[in-house]
């Protein structure tokens, strides 16, 4: 081929002979492409090759050979041509001087976003190899969410990746396979690309884990060996039962894959020889009505298993996937799984969203598992809006991409497909964001449950809401979708800048009225000054970094003092610290936390000690680290109760009772008469006839806890209470 020597990659000649590869994708595309759109194909390869001139893979081959193998794989889903030329140039941004103004003018503004949606952004600095993989993930899936044909893309240049994966050193070849099972797999199945899928997962399998591949692929074989008998009668029988009921339909078996079995073996701790289901069966059909009749017929064939069938046609899942699934113990008294499905449903099982591909951006999704692709595509866009870290927005879509889904009611019965083991307020969050920020109960099934409560399939669940109610950081620990662990987030970090402007603001008021001065009084021109040499956009983040601990308002007031120079009414002597205090009310939560060493609760004496980052944490007086504190005098920051005190505390008591049978059930009624909820319990020391517990319990203040202790000694079964520590 001849090499062009002009400025632009793209003046190349349409004519002369093309490779056989290229041959053969051109054959393929042409089955289905106008003459046309098959010559711009052949222009692509023309660009792509010059661009690409001189690379080579690891494997010794032409570069260019991988980006036209990408190609083959969409040509065979027979996608559309801006995706195959998308493919063939799709590392021409990151890898070659090609431009992107170049490539949309020779083939068109979609090519070149496409394109770019796949590049990675090695261009741009990051702290380490994972933080610039999970940023180039993110723009990936924000460019996915845009147009589909995006992640198409990704996943063909993954697959080809992971064909030839032998050529790369061992420590690349782990790290690869371990992304490839952990988010690209994942994704072909959160798409409905159950081929893809499978290929990944076993390539990924065999990188990751070569000797497990080995030794279950043996097994399987071995076990096929033994069956494949068994295997052909169960086939004849299923064909003879659906000809006899006169349903249209063929039976297929189908052996599990290395993978799959792997995973079973690891999730439910048994052996290879201990799984009985390493094949299956599927009966392909003409319509959803024959479904249903085909499944009538098999189980009149053999008895189906108790509580092991599944309507996932009636309810598909989040997927689009659909299919029936029942499990019948055969005749040779091992179960065998059959699913039952229309040619149309295996098409979409198989290939997902890209099964008929009629891709065109005004008109709807052609098939159940693109709307449902891009509904996902849209939360998730939605979310990383509000997710300000790549890392942890990775996370939050590991998370969504677990495969097991619990399907759910509303009580007007629409369906929510939620990962397995989400409660009720990721229920709520998947309702709507308001629903979830306001959720105080739910009702599952007409019965009233906490918003802890885990959901299983089938239920109805109905959120009850409070216009007072807001998250809190426990919620965290109570939610498994990255949708509700980013609304949480977000609300509590907005929570933390609200309260933390505000406390940064007495502080520094109380800093600079040590020094005769006041924030108000401090001329606007001078504060844009120190701001601009703190490097500091705005007033509300300086007041937030002296609240969380990374600047010292003492320093700061000094500073600004320092900018105003001399004045007359300076005092000669500026205090260190002001005598008045800063007053709390509990409501701070979001920069104030609560030593666990000492449990202040309000009426205490307390004081305040500045964590870097954290902000301040309250601590009683008499607490023993309070001396190391004094230490660093700047840290310390005079607080005291406001009369107006809300929420609850925890405390702990040390209680000595006697050991007897009933004893703990009566402390823990007087305790609960008194109003106080407990959360731990613990026996410290313990003999024949006594005993000494650790309550940790919730109360309003001091007095509600001086009741507590007053009502369990009551009892009579009490030796000693004593607040812990002492």
């Not at 180039?136 to 993954?158: G, H, N, P, Q, T």
């Not at 319509?287 to 598909?316: E, N, Q, T, W």
């Not at 020094?515 to 500091?536: C, M, Q, T, Y």
């Not at 301040?616 to 406001?642: G, L, S």
């Amino acid at each position: 081929m001849e090499v062009i020597p002009a400025k632009k990659l793209t003046d190349v000649a349409d004519d002369g002979p093309v490779p056989p590869y290229v041959q053969a994708l051109e054959d393929r595309v042409g089955t289905y492409l106008s003459h046309d759109q098959v010559m711009r194909i052949r222009r692509a390869f023309l660009v792509g090759a010059a661009a690409h001139e001189g690379q080579t893979r690891k494997s010794g081959e032409p570069y260019i050979t991988h980006p036209v193998a990408v190609a083959q794989v969409l040509a065979d889903l027979g996608l559309d041509a801006e995706t195959i030329i998308a493919a063939i140039l799709h590392d021409t941004l990151e890898d070659t001087r090609l431009e992107r103004e170049e490539l949309a003018g020779a083939f068109g503004e979609t090519v070149a976003e496409l394109v770019d949606g796949v590049t990675k952004l090695d261009k741009m600095r990051f702290s380490s190899r994972a933080e610039a993989d999970a940023e180039s993930f993110r723009k990936m899936l924000l460019a996915m969410a845009r147009d589909l044909r995006v992640i198409l893309i990704k996943l063909s240049d993954r697959l080809h990746n992971m064909r030839t994966l032998g050529a790369k050193d061992a420590p690349s070849r782990r790290r690869i396979a371990r992304e490839t099972l952990e988010i690209y797999a994942p994704i072909a199945q959160r798409l409905g690309m159950n081929k893809f899928k499978a290929e990944l997962q076993d390539l990924g399998f065999k990188a990751l884990y070569p000797d497990r591949h080995r030794i279950i692929g043996e097994r399987i074989r071995a076990a096929l060996g033994n069956r494949r008998e068994a295997m052909a009668k169960i086939e004849m029988a299923l064909e003879g039962r659906l000809a006899a009921e006169k349903i249209p339909g063929r039976a297929v078996s189908r052996i599990k894959s290395a993978w799959s079995i792997y995973s079973k073996m690891r999730n439910e701790h048994k052996s290879f020889a201990q799984l009985m289901d390493v094949y299956g069966f599927r009966v392909i059909t003409d319509s959803a009505m024959h479904c249903y009749m085909a499944l009538g017929a098999v189980h009149g064939l053999y008895k189906p298993v108790d509580g092991r069938f599944k309507d996932f046609i009636a309810i598909p899942k989040g997927n689009g996937y659909q299919s029936l699934h029942t499990v019948l113990l055969g005749p040779f008294g091992a179960p065998i799984e059959i699913q039952i499905r229309t040619a149309e449903m295996e098409s979409v099982a198989e290939r997902g969203v890209a099964a008929h591909w009629a891709y065109k951006s005004d008109s709807g999704p052609a098939n159940s598992a693109q709307a449902r692709a891009r509904e996902w595509l849209s939360a998730l866009a939605d979310s990383q809006a509000h997710t300000p870290s790549a890392s942890e927005f990775l996370e939050n879509v590991k998370i969504d991409l677990f495969p097991d889904e619990v399907y759910l009611f509303t009580p007007r019965g629409d369906i929510f497909s939620l990962p397995r083991n989400a409660t009720a307020l990721d229920f709520a969050y998947a309702v709507h964001t308001d629903v979830g920020d306001h959720a105080v109960a739910a009702r599952v099934d007409k019965k009233l449950v906490p918003l802890r409560t885990r959901l299983v399939s089938g239920q109805q669940v109905e959120i009850i809401t409070a216009p007072s109610a807001v998250p809190n950081p426990g919620w965290l620990e109570a939610v498994v979708t990255g949708k509700a662990r980013t609304a949480i987030r977000q609300y509590l970090k907005h929570l933390q800048h609200e309260d933390a402007v505000d406390f940064g603001h007495r502080m520094l008021d109380r800093a600079l009225d040590a020094r005769g001065l006041s924030l108000d009084a401090v001329p606007a021109a001078a504060l844009d000054r120190f701001l601009d040499e703190a490097k500091l956009k705005r007033l509300e983040e300086l007041l937030s970094e002296i609240a969380l601990g990374n600047r010292f308002a003492d320093q700061v007031a000094a500073q600004l003092v320092a900018l105003l120079g001399p004045r007359d009414d300076t005092p000669p002597v500026p205090q260190e610290h002001s005598t008045e205090k800063i007053r709390i009310s509990g409501a701070e939560r979001g920069v104030l936390s609560f030593g666990n060493c000492c449990h202040p609760l309000p009426g205490d004496e307390i004081v305040g000690f500045l964590s870097s980052g954290k902000g301040i944490v309250v601590h009683r007086v008499e607490c023993p680290n309070v001396a190391e504190f004094r230490k660093t005098p700047e840290r310390i920051v005079a607080i005291e109760w406001d009369r107006d005190v809300s929420g609850d505390y925890r405390a702990e008591l040390r209680i000595e009772v006697l050991n007897r049978p009933g004893v703990l059930a009566t402390v823990a009624a007087a305790i609960a008469d008194a109003g106080s909820n407990i959360e731990n319990v613990e026996y410290i020391e313990r003999d024949s006839t006594a005993a000494t517990l650790l309550f940790a319990i919730e109360v309003k203040d001091r007095k509600h806890l001086a009741d507590v202790m007053r009502r369990v000694r009551r009892t009579g079964v009490v030796s000693g209470v004593y607040r812990h520590p002492l």
